[in-house]
């Protein structure tokens, strides 16, 4: 009996990996891979940059890079990501809101681990200078990171369409 345990604990976890991993490859496009190490008979570790368009505010996308490790553990799906994170957001349409959102909403998440690590990138509004602000952070659930970055989006008129105020679509 205790020589089923392992297999079956193996098993759960590569059932969780795969749900976990295809649950991230539907949401952002990746725009390309850069290898950072050599691994002969593994995949080698990689930087990874993708795009996602913000899910409440039309004509605007966010690019991050994110490390990817390969060897064994990463081939399978059961490596812990670091934290390591760069973002960058720009407008690239007339910016339309869709709804009404709270400071600090969730744009996009992702898990980075198999069980309790996740990367968030959230959206808040600088009413002041009329500035969509973009943070992206890790967090673990013990131990949680204090790495990150932070990116912005000033509102700027774009052809004849009138410039909206991030303030107007804040929820109170």
């Known amino acids: 009996m205790t020589s089923l345990f392992p297999k079956s604990l193996l098993c759960v976890l590569a059932c969780l990996a795969m749900t976990a991993s295809a649950r991230a490859g539907d949401d952002p496009d990746l725009i390309f891979r850069k290898s950072t190490t050599f691994k002969l008979l593994t995949p080698n570790d990689k930087l990874a940059t993708y795009a996602i368009d913000d899910p409440v505010v039309a004509g605007v996308a966010c690019y991050f890079t994110v490390p ?9 799906g059961l490596v812990e990501q670091t934290s390591d994170i760069s973002l960058a957001c720009r407008q690239y349409a007339p910016i339309r809101f869709k709804e009404k959102f709270g400071q600090g909403d969730v744009v996009f998440r992702e898990s980075r681990s198999v069980f309790f690590k996740r990367m968030q990138i959230v959206r808040g509004c600088d009413a002041k200078r009329n500035v969509l602000v973009y943070m992206v952070y890790s967090d673990k659930l013990v131990e949680g990171s204090p790495k990150n970055s932070t990116s912005t989006v000033a509102i700027q008129p774009w052809g004849a369409d009138a410039t909206p105020k991030c303030a107007d679509f804040l929820k109170n």
């Open 68 to 76: 990817e490790k390969g060897g064994v553990a990463g081939a399978f």
